[in-house]
């Protein structure tokens, strides 16, 4: 079945360290790809996407995230984090038909 | 309007009682989704309307849950009958395009708030 797995539930960082979220995709085609945050109380916001092409995607407020086909990845990146960072961090995917399927999400808590 | 809107942004309800979740997506947008997203998972597709198309109502858990769309604009989704089970936050999103062409690389989705729903 097609899915998207974010192994890390929780992940704690300190401000200014860098951060790596982990993100599997389990589909038969390599699917559009997307990372979505959501600030408590927010609704989700696009991150990045990835689509086809250069396979290190830049996206906003300094996140970049890397397609690697081998490991069926989409991990996202951030060299330096901000406590307003802290946030639930979704990666999707999409192949053929409408709905985007995203992953269970990871809650980033930034340290002092 | 600038984005999406959900109301209510909360809402209570007894078990067994009706709600209807309502959602204006962003004008000109001619594809809306609803999601569900529950304590601890991720977010679970429930219907997705395209223009004048069929609703893909797939993702509906039961045949408790509802959705329309009038006009191609705003969309009301009805829970009849609710149940503990059914307490979460409903997202709804809107996008320009179906996301069937998607490789053009102007389809993607715009999330309302949310409407938080507890069932007692």
């Known amino acids: 079945a097609q899915s998207v797995t974010q192994p890390d539930i929780h992940i704690t960082v300190s401000e200014g360290a860098s951060l790596e979220l982990r993100c599997n995709y389990s589909?038969?085609?390599?699917?559009?790809l997307f990372w979505y945050v959501q600030s408590p109380g927010q609704g989700l916001q696009l991150l990045l996407k990835?689509?086809?092409?250069?396979?290190l995607v830049q996206g906003i407020k300094g996140f970049e995230a890397e397609f690697k086909r081998s490991q069926s990845s989409f991990n996202l990146r951030k060299p330096s984090v901000h406590w307003s960072d802290a946030a639930e961090y979704f990666c999707?995917?999409?192949?053929?038909?409408?709905?985007?399927?995203f992953g269970k999400g990871t809650s980033l808590l930034v340290t002092p | 309007g600038a984005g999406v809107s959900q109301s209510p942004s909360n809402k209570v309800t007894e078990k067994g009682k009706d709600v209807e979740l309502r959602c204006d997506p962003i004008?000109?947008?001619?594809?809306l989704y609803w999601y569900r997203q529950s304590l601890g998972q991720g977010l679970e597709f429930l219907i997705y309307?395209?223009?004048?198309?069929?609703?893909?109502k797939s993702g509906l858990p039961s045949d408790r849950f509802s959705a329309e769309r009038t006009g191609g604009s705003v969309s009301t989704l009805t829970i009849q009958r609710t149940q503990q089970e059914d307490s979460a936050v409903y997202l709804c999103?809107?996008?320009?395009?179906?996301?069937?062409?998607?490789?053009?690389?102007?389809?993607?989705?715009?999330f309302g708030a949310g409407s938080r729903l507890t069932v007692l």
């Open positions: 309307f395209q223009g004048n198309s069929a609703p893909d």
């Open positions: 999707a995917a999409l192949t053929s038909g409408y709905a985007l399927n």
């Open positions: 589909y038969g085609a390599t699917p559009y």
């Open positions: 990835y689509f086809s092409g250069d396979t």
């Open positions: 999103a809107s996008s320009s395009f179906g996301l069937a062409g998607a490789s053009s690389g102007a389809n993607v989705l715009t």
């Open positions: 004008s000109g947008h001619t594809a």
